[in-house]
C-alpha cells in the first residue's frame, strides 16, 4: 500500500521557519506531489506542488517568495520538501502531503490520488 510519509510540523512564533518533509513509500509512477493546507474552519487550500523530476513547481500567490518546494528523487525513495521562512499566524494549518500519477492541480478542485495524514503547523503572534 502506498503511503506518503510526513514530518517536520511543530509550534513557532511569527517570523519563524519550519522544514517539512514527505517521503514516499513504495512509489506506484507518481508524476507530481506537492502540500495541500487546512485552517479550522477553512476549506483545504492548495500550497505548492513540484513535477518530479523536473523544475517545474508552482505555489498559491499566499506563500511565493517564503515558501520552497524542492525534492530528492536520487534515493529509491522520493522525497519532498517545503521550506516555510517568514512564518505568520495564518500560516497555520494542518499540512498534508499529495501526490498524483498524473495531474497536481493547485486550485479549484483538489483530487490526489494519494493523501498523507497530515502534520501541523502552528504559528504564534
Known amino acids: 500500500q502506498v503511503q506518503l510519509v510526513e514530518s517536520g510540523g511543530d509550534s513557532v512564533q511569527a517570523g519563524g521557519s519550519l522544514r517539512l518533509s514527505c517521503a514516499v513509500v513504495?512509489?506506484?509512477?507518481?508524476?507530481?506531489m506537492g502540500w495541500v493546507r487546512q485552517a479550522p474552519g477553512k476549506e483545504r487550500e492548495g500550497v505548492a506542488i513540484?513535477?518530479?523530476?523536473?523544475?517545474?513547481?508552482?505555489?498559491t500567490d499566499s506563500v511565493k517568495g517564503r515558501f520552497t518546494i524542492s525534492q530528492d528523487t536520487g534515493t529509491a525513495e522520493n522525497t519532498i520538501y517545503l521550506g516555510m521562512n517568514n512564518l505568520t499566524p495564518e500560516d497555520t494549518a494542518l499540512y498534508y502531503c499529495?501526490?498524483?500519477?498524473?495531474?497536481?492541480?493547485?486550485?479549484?478542485?483538489?483530487?490526489?490520488?494519494?493523501w498523507g495524514q497530515g502534520t501541523q503547523v502552528t504559528v504564534s503572534s
Open positions: 499529495v501526490a498524483d500519477k498524473n495531474y497536481c492541480p493547485l486550485r479549484g478542485t483538489l483530487t490526489f490520488d494519494s
Open positions: 513540484v513535477y518530479l523530476g523536473t523544475p517545474v513547481t508552482d505555489y
Open positions: 513504495q512509489n506506484p509512477g507518481y508524476k507530481c
